[in-house]
């Protein structure tokens, strides 16, 4: 960890507990659509792997998408989700304990921050400006900026590119599976969080280098390795 220049961070459940927002525009799309609604826990199994899979596993009321469902239902709930979504204006998100302090303190210290995360972009700017946390960030990368998303790691990949930097300098934060999967995929090293959203897997079964149970306990170890 000691040649660690970058550090790139997850949003969904690794900084922000974005799931009470989201489950309420969950279950409006699809009762809108005809389908029983959701609740708040079962969407907190469903996030992590965008706003298509998320509509899709809440239509189907389970985390294997049920095969029937045409791409026009699909299509027309993620519509209704963006839009409900939107409306809510994220006031029942918030940050989970120690987020900004930390960020403020590795961004003091001259680490390049940046968020990789497969939350659709348009949502992302207003989040982070609504928390306060939009000037830590060299690079915002949401879920529709590259053609793949975690845990592809095409994002990781373009950012060691852009910051000429190898992949031992690089370090993914995250509370899922795909955050840890997309770090290894690029060869870099990953920090993975206990809380947030990993479809009742604990982080550990994904084998990040470090496990933690606070975003705080993250300055021990580049910090001090630095």
């Not at 220049?5 to 009762?31: C, E, M, N």
């Not at 304990?97 to 939350?119: I, S």
């Not at 992949?167 to 993914?172: G, I, R």
């Amino acid at each position: 960890m000691n040649q660690i220049k970058l550090i790139a961070f997850d949003l969904d459940g690794t900084l922000l507990d974005s799931v009470p927002d989201l489950a309420v525009a969950a279950d409006q799309a699809v009762r809108a659509m005809g389908f029983p609604g959701v609740t708040e826990l079962q969407v907190r199994d469903y996030v992590g792997n965008g706003a298509d899979v998320l509509i899709a596993r809440s239509l189907s009321h389970s985390l294997t998408i049920d095969p029937s469902l045409s791409d026009e239902v699909r299509s027309q709930a993620r519509v209704l989700f963006d839009e409900f979504y939107e409306q809510t204006g994220h006031k029942l998100s918030h940050l989970y304990p120690n987020v900004k302090e930390t960020l403020a303190q590795l961004h003091r210290a001259g680490f390049t921050l940046a968020l990789v995360t497969n939350k659709p972009s348009k949502f992302v700017p207003h989040v982070l400006a609504q928390h306060g946390i939009d000037g830590f960030f060299t690079d915002v990368i949401g879920g529709d900026t590259f053609p793949n998303k975690k845990p592809d790691p095409m994002a990781l990949n373009w950012l060691l590119d852009k910051h000429h930097l190898s992949a031992s300098e690089m370090l993914m934060v995250g509370d899922s599976k795909n955050d840890i999967l997309a770090a290894k995929n690029a060869g870099c090293a990953s920090f993975g969080l206990t809380y947030g959203y990993n479809h009742g897997e604990p982080i550990a079964a994904s084998e990040p280098n470090v496990v933690a149970d606070n975003i705080a306990q993250l300055l021990d170890v580049v910090l001090v390795s630095a």
